[in-house]
């Protein structure tokens, strides 16, 4: 298959590492073909916190799509959580380089550079720049202007930017484990750009994306993403919470909070009942569904007071979009009451609906590679290589056995393609 085809995306949260391969079928539909998961390690509240043990994490997960398939992964598509990450509003104008004053590829390179030069966060690097409008002669809100005829172009967008350090150790990381990075992109951004409808995205809408470590919020109004930040709470917060209540491992708390967590008390059953081991004991307890989602509940309207904490402090307001939220916090039975009520908002609850990744918490990382493929339609932007090899002398799928993570054995890398490579070059020197 050709790169216009394949792309493979990596969400690389604290709680686990995502990959998922993805197949474009007639240039509309988008089949998650392969996936891996693996539990993170040296993550913690976003960052990278140990190079070695997060390349272990990144190299399994892409090692378990790979026996999906029978391939190997060349490049990858990165998402960048929204850890310390500014949006800066950025201008480019430039005049029309052609005789015939026709807007070509070139143009559009020269116009999104000349935005770019206006970033200027000392100790920040650019990790994505997100086109809001195009103008042609004093003409607005173009979403192409190519082909177009014109003196003067103008780009309105944003630039989101990440601390060197923390995009320095994400790019070292993937990079370590023998793979390329084919493009970077904000995660709350692309995760927002598909969860919301565009009537949502135009009204103003906030996205939760409730993690393990984190809570993710972004924000879109006018068809424009303007907000993002990151809450340091998430559903492992609520998993402590039950083994320090419960007196139980958190091994336990885990499987109580996945097979009978409640978020909002007033529906929860009083009549569900399931038993605890006590940890250092041979004893049991027996509680209600009820019981424990008081305790959920409250770790959740933490959150959800984080939130609006948050919003306030970037001075947010009137967002008739209502709440979209996605993660794996959201298959919580009763959140969308408790948020509702707590928010005072209409919610809604996203995943994804592509076949093999039917998981609010792969909406990330089905959401890269969706975001990825668009991208590159639109700036015509196919690397020459592909993002996977196959084979040529294929072994029986049994037989087969994914390469272990071995830095000294970790081929060469050409770095980044395109205008990453210069980013990931300065980073590294």
């Known amino acids: 298959m050709s790169q216009s085809e394949l792309f493979v995306s990596l969400d690389i949260g604290s709680s686990s590492v995502k990959c998922i391969i993805g197949e474009v079928v007639d240039h509309t539909t988008i089949h998650m073909i ?8 040296g993550i913690k509240k976003g960052s990278i916190v140990d190079i070695d043990a997060a390349g272990q994490s990144i190299r399994k997960a892409i090692n378990q799509a790979e026996r999906m398939l029978g391939i190997s992964v060349k490049k990858v598509v990165v998402g960048i959580p929204a850890n310390q990450v500014a949006l800066q509003k950025v201008k480019g104008v430039v005049a029309i380089s052609n005789d015939n004053r026709e807007i070509t590829d070139e143009d559009l390179d020269r116009v999104m550079e000349s935005a770019e030069s206006m970033v200027g966060a000392h100790g920040h690097t650019r990790v994505e720049l997100i086109p809001e409008q195009f103008i042609v002669d004093n003409l607005p809100e173009i979403s192409d202007p190519r082909g177009m005829l014109g003196i003067r172009l103008e780009m309105d967008a944003t630039v989101a930017t990440s601390p060197d350090t923390y995009l320095h150790n994400i790019v070292r990381c993937v990079e370590r484990t023998g793979v390329e990075i084919q493009q970077i992109y904000l995660q ?4 927002g750009y598909y ?4 009537d949502e995205k135009s009204r103003g809408t906030l996205f939760i994306d409730m993690g393990a470590d984190t809570t993710t919020i972004g924000v879109y109004k006018d068809s424009r993403f303007t907000n993002v930040a990151m809450i340091p709470i998430g ?15 958190m091994e336990q708390a885990e499987k109580i ?10 529906t929860a059953s009083d009549h569900e009942m399931f038993t605890v081991p006590i940890i250092g004991t041979d004893s049991k307890e027996q509680y209600s569904q009820r019981f424990i989602s008081e305790i959920i509940g409250a770790r959740v309207e933490e959150i959800f007071d984080l939130i609006l904490d948050e919003l306030y402090a970037q001075q947010v307001e009137d967002l008739p979009g209502g709440v979209v939220i996605t993660g794996g916090v959201a298959k919580l039975e009763g959140l969308q009451e408790l948020a509702t009520e707590k928010l005072q908002s209409s919610v809604r609850l996203y995943t994804p609906t592509q076949i093999g990744a039917r998981d609010p918490e792969l909406s990330g990382a089905v959401s890269l590679i969706r975001y990825a493929y668009k991208d590159s339609e639109f700036y015509n932007d196919y690397s020459e290589e592909m993002s ?3 084979p040529e002398q294929e072994e029986p799928r049994k037989e087969r056995k994914a390469k272990e993570y071995d830095d000294e054995e970790a081929p060469p890398k050409e770095g980044i393609v395109g205008k990453l490579k210069r980013l990931v070059n300065n980073l590294i020197e």
């Open 195 to 198: 969860a919301l409808t565009e």
């Open 235 to 249: 559903g492992e917060n609520i998993t402590k919470d039950l083994s320090i209540i419960l007196k139980t491992s």
């Open 188 to 191: 709350p951004h692309v995760s």
């Open 388 to 390: 996977i090899e196959v």
């Open 34 to 41: 392969g996936v891996g998961k693996e539990k993170s390690s």
């Open 257 to 266: 909070k996945k097979d009978y967590g409640h978020a909002f008390y007033d």
